[in-house]
């Protein structure tokens, strides 16, 4: 039987297709990967399952035998004749030729799960690493009905998601999506798992969707902010960051906050648990 690697070989052949570096292109060729992917996702024909950029269709032919209904979502019109192609008989297939960015992944949700009496929607992905981030936050700022997000990104971003708050590691990004979902490695993955290697090393992840906040806040926008800030000049202390963020007024009145909460005036932000920034900015506000 022929691998993986030689089948994606044989689709980029016989497409005259090369990968195209800005769009973020690695294909995947292990077939380890691919099936430890399928298990995490825990799929089953009862889900919708939205897959951001497809490409070739390594993963998408898994999640159309495993899934209720598989929404792919390419940006690359090169890929799209090829997804047409290799899947048209499946009926539980639907393709969308958009910026992933730039869809209504609520609406779609919505009018899927209603129609097709699916259960649960869950994002299943090898991203594009150019725009990690910006998906990850859309995914989960949305606040989408959606069970699970399993996606491969590069394993520097995935070190800071699977952080914990206040630990090593922590970063903004490991609050927003703490704040979110729980999160779980599911592998490292090698450079040759791909074509063409891609020049950082990459890690599976699972985000599980929580069903209540883990922190109670009343100003949402203002504690993001308040992080963003105080990561934004992870050198300083965070009193100074705030200060210099237009957060607090000035450095009297932050040391006066700071005595109040019990935090040490020379604290920096990457020392905050969750629960200390929700504190902070009830204070703040
Ligand atoms: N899923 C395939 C695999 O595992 O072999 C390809 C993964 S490749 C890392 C990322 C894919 O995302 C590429 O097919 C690329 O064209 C697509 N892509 C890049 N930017 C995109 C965007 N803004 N919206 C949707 N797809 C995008």
Redesign the pocket.
Known sequence: MESLEEK?RFIMKKYGISA?KS???????NDEV?SNIITASEISKEDLVI??????????ESLLQNAGKVIA????ER?IKILKDRFFMYENFELIN??????DLAQLIKKEKEINNLKNAKIV???????TTP?IMKLLEEELDIESITV?IQKEVADRIIAIPGEEYSGAITYSVYYYAESESIMIVENNS?IPE?EVQSEVIKLKIRKSPVVELKNKDLFFKIIKISFMQRRKTLINALVNGGIIKDKIVAKEIFEKLGFDINIRGEKLSMQDFARLCEYVK
């Open positions: 994606t195209n769009l973020g292109q690695n294909f995947l060729i691919v897959e951001i950029g497809p490409g070739l269709g390594t993963l998408t979502i390419e940006l690359d890929m958009d910026d992933v960015l730039k869809v992905a090898n991203l594009p690493y150019y725009i998906i491969m791909f891609p």
